[in-house]
């Protein structure tokens, strides 16, 4: 079987993977740490190739779980932007540098840390959520998404001035990011990350990825999130920083 073997590579997707299956447990906000960790290892573009089967068994976990529980109108406005938004990053991806897609992610982990740690977040919340603000919003979220699998906290600045219930929250997130993911599949195939390599490599993580997605169901609905996001944030936007530099001694040279 041909996998990816190097050890630094397994040793910055294990816990990437774990933080994916959490937060499409319902956590939120935990899967942006995974594309950033796994670009320690390897390209950002490879590593979204290899998260796409791993994403889409996930929300087909988390789809039955939270079945009962979504925002039907959210949906409607917020899924065409997305569209628009995965095709755009298509374009983006297929003809800009490792470097500057490393640069962008970490650039959207450091605003998002930013953005929770300087109450950002509670002046967005102030404001109506409007059809305008859903499509772009949906656009942005495609974007980030798509080259770094970081499209929460778009999605989230829209979406939490409704104020809807913690269930119909996570249901309506995972509904759109499952949208999402499975947009995702036609450009990366040919962007040629749906390797056999690449594939491969994921079926050898999916039964981790399976495990700590049931893991972030079964915690959500029994356990705050706090705990988690105080160390988390931390690591992103550690994680951000080192990105940030990365790319700009490589465009640099």
Same mark, same amino acid.
């Given at each position: +079987? #041909? ?23 319902? &956590? ?19 590593? +979204? ?28 406005? +917020? ?38 740690? &300087? ?21 942005? #979220?495609?974007?980030? #998404? ?8 778009? &999605? ?12 119909? !929250? ?9 949208? #999402? ?7 990366? !195939? +040919? ?36 705990? &988690? ?7 992103? !936007? ?16």
């Amino acid at each position: +079987m #041909s996998i990816i073997t190097d050890p630094l590579f397994y040793l910055a997707t294990i816990p990437a993977v774990t933080a994916l299956g959490l937060s499409k447990g319902g &956590f939120s906000g935990l899967g942006t740490l995974a594309v950033p960790l796994m670009a320690l290892a390897i390209s950002p573009v490879q590593a +979204m190739g290899i998260l796409v089967p791993i994403l889409l068994t996930q929300d087909a976990v988390t789809l039955w779980s939270y079945r009962r529980t979504w925002d039907a109108g959210i949906l409607k406005v +917020m899924i065409p932007g997305q569209i628009a938004g995965v095709c755009l990053a298509w374009l983006v991806a297929a003809y800009v540098p490792d470097a500057a897609i490393r640069l962008a992610v970490g650039a959207i982990a450091v605003s998002f840390t930013l953005n929770h740690w &300087f109450g950002i977040g509670a002046l967005l919340r102030e404001s109506r959520p409007s059809t305008l603000a859903g499509l772009a919003w949906g656009g942005v #979220s495609g974007i980030a #998404s798509f080259l770094a699998n970081s499209g929460g906290p778009p &999605f989230q600045i829209y979406v939490l001035p409704r104020n809807l219930p913690k269930e119909t !929250f996570v249901g309506t997130y995972s509904v759109f990011f499952a949208s #999402s993911n499975v947009l995702k599949v036609v450009p990366y !195939f +040919m962007l040629g990350q749906l390797s056999a390599t690449n594939v491969q490599t994921s079926l050898t993580l999916l039964p981790l990825a399976i495990v700590t997605n049931i893991a972030g169901v079964w915690l959500v609905r029994r356990t705050p999130a706090e705990f &988690f996001y105080k160390v988390i944030y931390i690591l992103i !936007f550690l994680i951000g920083l080192q990105l940030i530099y990365s790319g700009i001694v490589a465009i640099g040279r």
